[in-house]
């Protein structure tokens, strides 16, 4: 034999408006929310839902564990949910060929490191500082 058990509802409007006994549970019957009342606080506290979660509020601290050498990003061309990328989409996304340490450049020789939009940074083992670049764009969390 099963027992059913229902908790109040009805609509945001309705629950926001209502002060529950405490621990009374209500469900949003048109947000399909989730909230707790604590006997005086009108409209309780928020449980959740993914409904109820803003858009690019969650922050790398609170994603699951990455697991070690992995690369977390986005080669969609636009916006998109985050990609766990392999070593070669890795190498797409930064220009760089596997194993490449060797560049051909009209007017330089030797070992060359480039910026990827063919200013040189480093050249025979000197660095040239006015092309340095700081910052690298993965995309963002959508």
């Given at each position: 034999?099963?027992?059913?058990?229902?908790?109040?509802?009805g609509?945001?409007?309705?629950?926001?408006?209502f002060?529950?006994?405490?621990?009374?549970l209500?469900y949003?019957?048109?947000t399909?929310?989730?909230?707790v009342?604590?006997?005086?606080?009108a409209?309780?506290?928020p449980?959740?839902s993914?409904a109820s979660?803003?858009?690019?509020?969650i922050?790398?601290?609170k994603?699951?564990?990455?697991?070690?050498?992995?690369?977390l990003?986005?080669?969609t061309?636009?916006s998109s949910?985050?990609?766990?990328?392999?070593?070669a989409?890795?190498?797409?996304?930064?220009?760089v060929?596997?194993g490449?340490?060797?560049?051909?450049?009209?007017?330089?020789?030797?070992?060359?490191?480039?910026?990827?939009?063919g200013a040189?940074?480093?050249?025979?083992g000197?660095?040239?500082?006015?092309?340095?670049?700081?910052t690298?764009?993965?995309?963002?969390?959508a």
């Amino acid at each position: 034999m099963s027992i059913e058990v229902q908790i109040r509802r009805g609509t945001a409007a309705e629950n926001a408006a209502f002060t529950g006994q405490e621990g009374e549970l209500v469900y949003t019957t048109d947000t399909k929310d989730l909230f707790v009342h604590d006997g005086s606080t009108a409209g309780g506290t928020p449980v959740g839902s993914l409904a109820s979660i803003a858009d690019d509020s969650i922050t790398f601290a609170k994603i699951e564990e990455i697991p070690a050498n992995t690369i977390l990003g986005n080669n969609t061309g636009s916006s998109s949910d985050i990609l766990e990328l392999t070593t070669a989409q890795t190498r797409t996304l930064l220009n760089v060929a596997d194993g490449a340490n060797n560049y051909s450049h009209p007017n330089h020789t030797g070992e060359v490191t480039s910026t990827g939009d063919g200013a040189t940074v480093i050249a025979n083992g000197v660095v040239d500082s006015d092309n340095l670049s700081t910052t690298l764009d993965f995309g963002s969390i959508a």
